[in-house]
C-alpha cells in the first residue's frame, strides 16, 4: 500500500531513507535485531540494528544476517560512548551499511566524518535548536528529536515540546520525531508542522517479526500509558539515569534497593563510589531477562508511553499499514470538511 496523499509531506524524508514510508524502527537492545529490522524495511519502512553493546564481530554477524533477509535499506544505531565506537563504524562501511545513527550524546571527534568518508548517511539525536546546528556543522544528514514520553533512556521535555522549538528552526537537514507516537494521525500532524519523518519504537515490538518473548508481548499488551514511568532516584547524590519502563516488582524493588545501600554508605559501610556502582548495577542483564527470558516481574519492561495504544501482535507489514490508514483518513476526513465549507 502507497501512502500517495502523504507523499508530498514525507518525500524528503523518504528520500533521505530510500525507503517507501519515512517511518524509522527505534532501535531497542535485544529487540530492533535482524528480524524486525528486515520485516520494517521489507514493509516500507526503515529498521535500524540497535548495536548497543556488540563487539564489532558480533555487529558485523547481525548485519550480514539481516542482509539475508532484506534487500531494502536499513541503518545501524551506534552508542557514541562506545569504547569500540571506530571499529563499529568500520565493520559498518566494510559491510556498505548507508546508514548510522549515532546516539548517546555528541559523537567524539571524527566519528562523523568517519561514517561519511565511507559514503553513509550519518544521523544524530538533539535535545534543542544549537545542539542541532553543531551536529549539522559537524555534516550530520539528517536529525531525530526524542521526547520524554519515549520508552528507555528518555530526556526531560516532551516531544510536543521539542516539535514545536526545533522543527520550524532546523530546515537544513531532515528532522524525524520520536517519543509517544502510537497512531497516523499523530504522524500526520508531525509531518504538517515539518517533520521529514517519524521514528517508533513501543509499537512495534508486538510485530510478529518480533523475537520478544511472549510474556514481555503480553505485558505490553495489558499496559496503559500511565505504566510507562520513569525510574525513581531517591537521593540527589546518587544520581539515577531515567529510564522509562513498565512498573513492576523489579522497579519497585529498585527504589527500596537504593534506600538500602544509602543506609550502608551512611552507616559507613560502602564509599560514595562504590554505592553508586551497587545502584548502576543494579539493573544490569535486566532488560535482556525481560525481554529474552521473559522475567517480567524481575527483569526491565522498556516501553514508551504509546504502550496503551498496542492492543494486540499484528505483523509489521500490517502495522505499518495500519499507521497509514489513520493519517490518510484525517487527511480525507479534512478534504471532505473543506468541501462542505
Known amino acids: 500500500m502507497k501512502g500517495t496523499r502523504l507523499d508530498h509531506l514525507w518525500r524528503r524524508g523518504c528520500e533521505f531513507l530510500g525507503a517507501d514510508y519515512a517511518i524509522m524502527g527505534g532501535a531497542m ?23 548497543g553493546s556488540l563487539s564489532p564481530e558480533l555487529l558485523a554477524a547481525e548485519i550480514e544476517a539481516t542482509q539475508t533477509l532484506t534487500a531494502r535499506p536499513f541503518g545501524v544505531n551506534l552508542i557514541t560512548m562506545h569504547p569500540q565506537l571506530d571499529a563499529l563504524i568500520d565493520t559498518c562501511g566494510r559491510l556498505q551499511v548507508g546508514h ?16 561519511r568518508d565511507y559514503g553513509a548517511k550519518v544521523m544524530c539525536f538533539t535535545p534543542t535548536v544549537p545542539f542541532a546546528r553543531k551536529l549539522i556543522r559537524a555534516g550530520v544528514g539528517a536529525i531525530v528529536i526524542e521526547g520524554t514520553e ?47 519523518g517519524v521514528q517508533l519504537g ?6 510478529r517479526e518480533c523475537v520478544a518473548h511472549p510474556n514481555f508481548k503480553q505485558a505490553f499488551i495489558r499496559a496503559h500509558a500511565r505504566d510507562a514511568v520513569p525510574s525513581v532516584q531517591v537521593d540527589p547524590n546518587f544520581p539515577v539515569i531515567p529510564v522509562r519502563a513498565l512498573t513492576n516488582k523489579g522497579t519497585r524493588r529498585f527504589v527500596e534497593f537504593q534506600h538500602e545501600v544509602i543506609a ?21 542483564g535486566a532488560l535482556r531477562r525481560a525481554v529474552i527470558d521473559g522475567d517480567v516481574d524481575n527483569g526491565s519492561l522498556m516501553a514508551g508511553q504509546s504502550v496503551g495504544m498496542v492492543e494486540r501482535e499484528q505483523t509489521t507489514a500490517e502495522i505499518i499499514a495500519e499507521l497509514i490508514a489513520q493519517a490518510e483518513a484525517a487527511l480525507a476526513a479534512r478534504t471532505l470538511a473543506e468541501a462542505a465549507q
Open 29 to 51: 537492545s535485544w529487540i530492533s535485531e535482524r528480524h524486525l529490522v528486515a520485516a520494517l524495511s521489507n514493509a516500507g519502512g526503515f529498521g535500524v540494528i540497535a548495536c
Open 264 to 284: 550502608r554508605f551512611r552507616a559507613g559501610e560502602l564509599d560514595q563510589k562504590s554505592a553508586q556502582l551497587e545502584i548502576e548495577h543494579f539493573w544490569a
Open 100 to 115: 548510522v545513527v549515532l546516539a548517546g550524546g555528541l559523537p567524539p571527534a571524527g566519528a562523523i566524518a568517519r561514517v
Open 150 to 196: 519515549a520508552g528507555g533512556h528518555i530526556g526531560p521535555v516532551a516531544t510536543g515540546v521539542l516539535a514545536q522549538e526545533i522543527l520550524p528552526q532546523i530546515r537544513e537537514v531532515p528532522v524525524f520525531v520520536a517519543g509517544g507516537i502510537g497512531r497516523g494521525e499523530a504522524i500526520l500532524s508531525f509531518l504538517e508542522m515539518g517533520a521529514a
Open 202 to 207: 513501543t509499537r512495534f515490538v508486538c510485530a
